[in-house]
């Protein structure tokens, strides 16, 4: 019988982090684990459950020897995100080092996208989940104390059988998720989180997080929530009552964690309306969900009263070609309508990507320019195309077996690369029929976003101004050490950023931008 249970959910640890640069690296408490300790409870209230979420660890292979030896689970199981595949894979060979014969047990994005590979991996895991995995999560338990091994035919996982990997039946999506309980914040110790904020300078140990819907009704084809198959909403009430639980025990942040939340508007203007009636005085956080073209000026109104104090777009490409190619078809005028009224009210982050199959140097810059207009965006984001394997992109591609490698080996490195260093580009790897930029030519873009966008003066004064409203002085300087990626910066560099003329500082081929 299984009376312990370790979850792990991957990231990147504090060791390599440098003063807010955390800030910059973390999304949220491990939400996909605590629903599955909720869910799993309800039939087995005996079994203990421990999670390590490695953003709170000193040192993450130190941490995992540890609370293996001490805690001595009967299952282990761990979660990533595709851009911690690397950190991924070594966590699971440390656990293997430690307990080599407990049961090991992966899941999560990553592991739905990539469980070939993943099972391919020599001795990595024993078994892989696909997709959600409360359901399969308590069958997978029952199955394993009943026979005291995992099962190797459950539906909505994949196994290795004789050298081969064998994927089971799939596990139907929950079409009610009204079913689901709300995410065991009592597996979790909140103190864990010290120190670590996102980018609405929410402090980790004193808010939380909601979750009102899963998929998304777009199928923007870079992204993993392409494979949904539909959304599925949570009722207004419900999500209303899991926050009313974290208001009574004093949490006044909270953060939104929906795909797409304002997708139809009815339902998040009704959870807004709750918001403004039930729970005064909180401040709320948009890092994702929130979709510019069908924002109208009632749910900006309803966002601000309740208490929004940053939100993020997602722009990507203004070419309407490529909005077609990447299936997200975007309403390009509208939305940028939209972002100007948002960044005039809010502390609002915009996200670009450039290096889109087919996209040229041209269309690059045509993007480049959109973002260089948008005089009140306090948080331009250029972000450069990346493929992740289980993605539409992905399949489109249709890469070689050495791509996939080279692919998979640069993902080991996605997180860490600086606006000076190798832009580790996967067009470097394709025909230019394919994709036509290459790395050279995404430096070059890069350095522009520095030179028309980030440094744009008319920008940087006037999204301070919006700013103050919802920070401190000393919080500003917190969001630009985030923002710059620079934890010695000071209130020196703002003041020389608030007189800046719009010039490059730097030498495109020399040192990394400097402000001291």
């Not at 953060?255 to 309306?273: M, W, Y």
């Not at 401040?283 to 601000?304: K, M, P, T, V, Y």
């Not at 005089?375 to 591609?397: E, K, M, N, W």
Request: charged share 25%; proline share 5%.
């Amino acid at each position: 019988m299984v009376k312990k249970v370790l979850l792990i959910d991957v990231e990147f640890d504090k060791a390599i982090k440098e003063g807010s640069q955390l800030q910059a690296k973390w999304s949220h408490h491990p939400l996909g684990l605590m629903y599955l300790i909720s869910s799993a409870q309800k039939k087995f209230p005996d079994i203990e459950f421990k999670i390590l979420h490695t953003i709170t660890c000193e040192n993450v292979g130190e941490d995992v020897k540890k609370i293996i030896s001490e805690f001595a689970p009967e299952l282990i199981g761990i979660r990533a995100l595709s851009i911690c595949a690397g950190e991924f894979k070594a966590v699971g060979k440390i656990i293997r080092q430690e307990a080599p014969n407990t049961p090991l047990i992966a899941g999560g994005p990553y592991s739905s996208a990539s469980y070939r590979d993943i099972l391919a991996s020599p001795s990595l895991v024993d078994l892989v989940v696909i997709g959600e995995g409360e359901i399969t999560f308590v069958e997978l338990l029952t199955g394993l104390n009943d026979k005291g091994s995992l099962p190797s035919s459950l539906a909505g996982t994949a196994v290795l059988s004789k050298g081969q990997v064998w994927v089971n039946e799939s596990r139907p999506i929950i079409d009610n998720i009204d079913e689901i309980s709300p995410p065991d914040y009592n597996s979790i110790d909140l103190k864990d989180y010290k120190g670590i904020s996102n980018q609405a300078l929410q402090s980790a140990d004193s808010c939380a997080f909601i979750e009102t819907s899963r998929g998304c009704t777009y199928k923007c084809y870079y992204c993993h929530a392409a494979l949904s198959e539909t959304v599925r909403r949570r009722s207004p009430e419900l999500v209303l009552d899991e926050m009313s639980e974290h208001y009574k025990r004093g949490i006044r942040d909270f953060g939104f964690v929906d795909d797409i939340f304002n997708v139809p508007k009815k339902t998040g203007k009704a959870i807004l309306r709750g918001v403004i009636q039930r729970f005064p005085g909180i401040r709320i956080n948009f890092s994702n969900g929130l979709r510019a073209d069908q924002l109208d000026d009632e749910f900006l109104d309803l966002l601000e009263e309740a208490g929004t104090v940053h939100l993020a777009l997602a722009v990507e490409t203004v070419i309407p070609r490529l909005q077609k190619l990447i299936v997200k078809h975007l309403n390009i005028p509208k939305a940028k309508e939209v972002v100007e009224k948002c960044s005039k009210r809010f502390i609002t982050c915009v996200f670009f990507i450039v290096g889109f199959p087919s996209e040229t140097m041209e269309e690059a810059m045509e993007t480049v320019n959109f973002a260089k207009d948008l005089d009140h965006l306090a948080q331009p984001v250029l972000s450069i195309c990346r493929v992740y394997p289980g993605t539409p992109l992905f399949d489109a591609l249709d890469p070689t077996p050495e791509q996939v490698r080279l692919i998979d080996e640069q993902m080991l490195h996605a997180a860490h690369k600086k606006l000076s260093g190798n832009p580790n580009f996967y067009g470097d790897f394709f025909s230019s029929e394919k994709v036509p930029l290459k790395g050279e030519g995404i430096s070059m873009v890069r350095w522009e976003w520095m030179r028309n966008v980030i440094l744009n003066s008319n920008r940087i004064r006037n999204s301070h101004k919006v700013m103050k409203k919802f920070f401190s002085d000393d919080q500003i300087i917190n969001f630009y050490k985030n923002f710059f990626d620079n934890p010695h910066f000071s209130q020196k560099d703002l003041d020389k950023l608030l007189r800046i003329k719009q010039q490059l500082v730097a030498d495109p081929k020399g040192s990394p931008v400097s402000l001291s």
